[in-house]
Each structure stands twice: as structure tokens, then as C-alpha cells.
């Protein structure tokens, strides 16, 4: 029992020394637990997968930006997972169901959800899933009313966590129709009847899921424009895909190369025709040969149809014939066969089993075991580390965008903005649609004060996806700075109103000021500062417009000290520019040796701090101060 944790622990020790990647820092920042958007009693069903964010905001309140602490979480729950993957099995009489849970621990297509923290979805919905079946089994076999009861009542609450997780998990009734089947060689009214409302969930989480793909995830252009044939015969060759990496774990991808299938070319419709055929043969043999006039025992058809139902049945919801967010950059990922690989797994540790006769299964089970888990190393140093794992992508799949597009970013932050254009403009050249990479290089450009040619790329990017705030402000911003202030305003108004931040307020303001329309400027910064209460910037530069406008019906001397004191309890009355706007405000409300005073004391700041610029703006205004005269910024 200790060893499958161990196994599992051990394969995935660079896991827990790795870090964020992709969309885990969207997930933890901005899960809308810790934003705010949701409280802890509003989540339910108002997000895709509501138990595993809550999951991620308990971790965000222990760990915070700190991976380790998430990575180990995630590794712990798929250690379980192994367990209870041999218990069920063992449940089940399954030979080898202790090798079955061995391999699952170890399998290096598990990497890309366990190394992976945003896929707490996957890790934490089949701990559920596999207690939901583990209870039904105690459901049929219990043979007291009151204990069958709450057998089922206990399989039913796991199903629904496991739904709260990861809708994937919708194929369980399914499931557990094909276990009946295997077991007695036939299904009946009763058992349907049985699975009823385990279909009715399955049936109301997969509408909501569907919902929620189309309404929140899939922004812009469809994920998928391919007919219902196309899609069909994509079903059929990401059938045959997963099962070849499951059965050989070779060259394993983030992102594979997306396939384009043309229906009426006959060779895309041998996978599929592939798949039926071998599901007839097993049809044909799932009965054993018996003694006359008895029931004739399962045949290893009806042992394949298991094994391999259970693989293709969870599969279903990711193959492609459902629209999903993902499925516009690949038409596959390992992480979707994080459930149905159990059914390939625990079919191949019985035929092992069977084969070596037991006593030879030690033999083939250590080498196979380690040099799977030596595999899952490799793959788990990869899969955890940002960079990694995008070089690695286009090392074997060149044709990314994405991965362009992130390594770009990467490069962005370490302030290697050619090296950055560079891959924005290769994702560009990939995907000529993708909004995102066109964002990205015209905010790379602005990074180096090409703000003329960050123009046309941001320009581009509002094009195609028009509703982005961000977008929004990064091209009023270009546009400011190119003193183009009328339009610059305009696209900072519509970035605060699709997201109202105080930043976005803030930039809208001083863009507002230095078009002359103070008026307004002040109303944007009110509206920061009701946002953001203790922004100093904010309460700073309402201040210094209160103090110093030339317009009479704009200046307030007794509100510009109480915001410009709040700026400097803000910064400790250690940072010049408040410290500046104070004595202003002083100056303004009529208290000249206070204005005087708190000028003197930025100024000497200023000459410690050896900031001559700053020193000379408070030698003018201590010049006008001490001439009884507040000061006046230009029209």
C-alpha cells in the first residue's frame, strides 16, 4: 500500500520544484474567489468547474503565489488516485490490479495534469469518480436495505463532487452499465432504472458545461468550423491517437500539431472503421466456451470491450464532436485521457497478469514500472517549468502559435523585447486571427517607444476581438504618448468602462488634463478613488488638480490638503511627488507657512535623495509660496 504513493511521489519529484505555466496563474490570481466576483456560497454553478476553484482559492489563502505548495497538493491527489485505482480494481477481481495502479502512478501521459496545476480538475474529479463506482460496487453487493441505501446515496454524492470538479466525469452511468454488462453478461429495465438519476446529472452538468463553452470560453471565432463528418472521422483518428500514447509514450507534446481532415478523402475514415471493427470482434467473442446446459462464461471479447468501453466512453466528451475552447489550438492533449486511460491501464496489467501466470508478473512489472517512472521524471522536469515546456512544444510541433506567443512573453518580461517581436511575430505568421499575439507585439513595441508601430498591431488585435479592456488601454496609451489625446481618451473611456480599474481611470485622466478638459479629469479621478480608496497616485494627482488649476470652479483648497495628506500617510511622507502636491494644497487653502514648511522638507529629500530635477520644481515653488502666492499649473 505504501509503495504506490511512493512510486508516484518519486516519478513526479521535479514537479514539486517547478513552477507556474500557461494559465496557472490565471486560475489562482484571478480565480474569482479571490477577486471577488463569487463568494464562497455563490460559486456553485456559476463557473465551468466550481469545486476545483474553491479548491484553488483554500491553497491560494495557504500558499499564495508560491507553486510548491499547489504542485505538491496536485501530486498527493493523483498518489491517492493510484490507490484507489487498485482497490477498485481489487474490488473488481481484476488480475493485476495492483500492477494497474503501479502504472497509472508512473505513466508519463499522466504528467501533463499532474505537473500541470491548473489541472487540479482532473486529479481532483477522478479521486470522486473512482469513490462514486467504489461505492456502487458496495451499492450491489450490499445485501441489507439500510447499508444498499446509503451505498447509493454515497455513490450518487461523490458523483456530484466529481461534476463540481470536471464535468468529464459525465460518462460514470455509462460506466456503470458497462460494468453490469460485464459482470452478468447482460442489462435490464431495472438496471437503467437504477442509473436514472446518475444520467439526469449527467445530463444537467453536460448542458451547462455546453453553455458555458459557448458563452464564456469560446470568444471570437469558432473553435471548431469543421462539418459533423469532419468532426466524426477527427473522433475516430484522436480514438486511435490516444490509444497509441497510452500504449507507447513517445514524443509526448503540450500542444500537438492540430490535423486538418477532409471528409471526403476515404483514408480519414479508417481509424474509425478500425475502432468498429475491432469492437464487433470483441462482440463476437465475449462469450468463453462452457459446459453444456450451463451459462456460458465471459470470453476475453467481453474482458477487451471493458476495458477498451471504458477507455472510449470517457474519451467521448474530448473528441472533438462538442465544441470546446481547446480544441481551436489542438484536437488532442494528454490531459484528456488523465480518466480513460484506467480502462487501457487495467486491461494491460490483466493481460500481463493472465499471461506470465503471476509469478513471472514481478519480472515484467519492475522493469516496466521503472522505466515508466523514469519517463515521468523527464516529462514532469518539462511539463513544470515555463520555458520548458515551450521550447519543447515547438521543438516537436513547430507550428504552435501559442507556444510562440508564450515563449514571447517570457522573453517580454526579461525585458528582451526583440527576441519577443520575434516570436509575437511568428505566432502572427501561424495564426493570422489570433488576437492575443497581435496584442502582445503592439505592447512590445510600446515597451521600446515605437509607439508608432505599436499602433497597427493593437489596432489589429481590437479588430478582432473588440471587448478587450486591456487592449483598449494599450492603444490609448500608444496613442497618447503620439499626443493623438482625442482618440486616446476615447479608447481609455471604453477600456474603463468593460473593466472600471483605477489604473485604466487614472491614464484616462492625465490624458483628459492634458487635452485641457480638467473638468473631466477630476471626475475620472473620483472615480479611481472610489474604487481604490488608498490609491495614493490617485488621491496625489486629484489633489494637485484641486490645488493648482487655473479653472476657479475646479480648485479646492480644503479637499486638496485632506487628499494630498492621505497620499502622504500613504507613502510614509517619504515620497517627494505627495509630499510636493501637499504643499500646493497648502498653498491653495491659504496656509503659506505650512506650504513652506512642507516644500522645505520635500526639498531636502530631494537634495539627500541627490533628485536635482525634482529639488528645482520645489525651489519654484517655494519661491512663489514665500511671495504669498499659490501655485497655478499652465491652461
Not at 462469450?287 to 468501453?309: D, S, T
Not at 496613442?479 to 489604473?503: F, I, S
Not at 492625465?510 to 485641457?516: E, K, P, T
Request: proline share 5%; charged share 15%.
Amino acid at each position: 500500500m505504501a509503495a504506490l504513493p511512493l512510486l508516484a511521489v518519486g516519478a513526479y519529484v521535479p514537479a514539486l520544484r517547478g513552477g507556474f505555466i500557461w494559465d496557472d496563474l490565471l486560475l489562482v490570481q484571478q480565480n474569482p474567489l479571490v477577486t471577488g466576483e463569487f463568494t464562497l456560497g455563490s460559486i456553485w454553478f456559476r463557473t465551468d468547474f466550481p469545486l476545483s476553484t474553491v479548491v484553488l482559492w483554500l491553497q491560494w489563502l495557504a500558499w499564495g503565489n508560491h507553486p510548491a505548495g499547489y504542485h505538491a497538493v496536485n501530486v498527493a491527489l493523483h498518489a491517492l488516485n493510484a490507490l484507489l485505482v487498485w482497490r477498485v480494481l481489487r474490488r473488481l477481481e481484476a488480475p493485476g490490479a495492483w500492477l494497474a495502479g503501479a502504472l497509472f502512478a508512473v505513466h508519463p501521459v499522466c504528467a501533463g495534469t499532474v505537473a500541470w496545476i491548473s489541472e487540479i480538475k482532473n486529479t481532483l474529479s477522478l479521486l470522486f469518480y473512482l469513490l462514486a463506482f467504489r461505492a456502487w460496487l458496495e451499492y450491489e453487493a450490499a445485501e441489507r436495505s439500510a447499508r444498499k441505501s446509503g451505498a447509493y446515496a454515497l455513490s450518487l454524492l461523490a458523483f456530484v463532487t466529481a461534476l463540481l470538479a470536471k464535468t468529464s466525469t459525465v460518462m460514470l452511468p455509462v460506466v456503470l452499465l458497462l460494468w453490469t454488462w460485464w459482470r452478468r453478461g447482460r442489462v435490464n429495465l431495472r438496471d437503467v432504472a437504477r442509473t436514472l438519476p446518475f444520467f439526469a446529472l449527467s445530463l444537467g452538468f453536460g448542458l451547462l458545461t455546453i453553455w458555458f463553452q459557448a458563452h464564456h470560453f469560446i470568444v471570437g471565432p469558432a473553435a471548431q468550423t469543421e462539418s459533423f463528418w469532419a468532426r466524426l472521422a477527427g473522433a475516430g483518428l484522436a480514438l486511435w491517437f490516444y490509444l497509441g500514447k497510452a500504449l507507447m509514450p513517445a514524443r509526448l507534446n503540450l500542444i500537438y500539431p492540430r490535423w486538418t481532415i477532409e471528409p471526403a478523402d476515404p483514408v480519414v475514415w479508417l481509424p474509425l472503421a478500425g475502432a468498429v471493427l475491432i469492437a464487433a470482434v470483441c462482440w463476437v467473442f465475449r462469450h468463453g466456451r462452457g459446459a453444456e446446459g450451463m451459462p456460458r462464461p465471459a470470453g476475453w471479447g467481453r474482458h477487451a470491450l471493458f476495458g477498451l468501453g471504458f477507455f472510449a466512453l470517457n474519451l467521448l466528451p474530448v473528441l472533438g464532436l462538442l465544441d470546446m475552447h481547446y480544441l481551436a489550438i489542438s484536437r488532442v492533449s494528454d490531459h484528456f485521457q488523465y480518466l480513460p486511460i484506467l480502462g487501457v491501464i487495467g486491461l494491460a496489467a490483466a493481460g500481463l497478469a493472465r499471461a506470465t501466470g503471476g509469478r513471472g508478473l514481478p519480472w515484467v512489472a519492475a522493469p516496466l514500472v521503472l522505466g515508466l517512472g523514469f519517463l515521468t521524471w523527464q516529462r514532469a522536469r518539462i511539463v513544470a517549468d515555463e520555458e520548458a515546456v515551450w521550447r519543447d512544444t515547438l521543438a516537436k510541433n513547430p507550428a504552435s502559435w501559442t507556444a510562440h506567443n508564450n515563449l514571447g512573453c517570457l522573453e517580454a518580461e526579461r525585458q528582451q523585447f526583440g527576441k519577443a517581436i520575434e516570436h509575437f511575430s511568428a505566432a502572427i505568421q501561424l495564426h493570422p486571427r489570433n488576437a492575443q499575439a497581435h496584442a502582445n507585439l503592439g505592447k512590445a513595441f510600446a515597451a521600446q517607444n515605437r509607439f508608432a508601430e505599436a499602433e497597427p498591431p493593437l489596432r489589429k488585435a481590437l479588430e478582432l476581438d473588440p471587448g478587450n479592456a486591456e487592449t483598449h488601454r494599450q492603444l490609448g496609451a500608444a496613442l497618447a504618448a503620439q499626443k493623438q489625446l482625442t482618440e486616446a481618451a476615447r479608447h481609455l473611456d471604453e477600456a474603463a468602462r468593460l473593466r472600471p480599474e483605477a489604473g485604466t481611470l487614472m491614464e484616462l485622466a492625465m490624458v483628459l488634463r492634458q487635452a485641457g478638459q480638467t473638468r473631466e479629469a477630476v471626475a475620472r479621478l473620483r472615480q479611481a478613488i472610489k474604487l481604490e480608496p488608498n490609491a495614493s497616485e490617485a488621491c496625489n494627482n486629484l489633489a494637485w488638480l484641486l490645488a493648482t488649476s487655473p479653472d476657479d470652479g475646479v480648485r479646492n483648497g480644503v479637499e486638496a490638503v485632506q487628499l494630498a495628506e492621505q497620499a502622504c500617510r500613504l507613502t510614509n511622507y517619504q515620497d517627494l511627488v505627495p509630499l510636493g502636491t501637499l504643499s500646493a494644497a497648502y498653498a491653495e487653502a491659504g496656509c503659506f507657512e505650512e506650504a513652506i514648511a512642507t516644500a522645505q522638507k520635500g526639498f531636502e529629500l530631494a537634495r539627500a535623495a541627490n533628485d536635482r530635477r525634482f529639488a528645482g520644481i520645489l525651489q519654484v515653488l517655494l519661491k512663489s509660496y514665500k511671495a504669498g502666492k499659490p501655485w497655478r499649473d499652465s491652461p
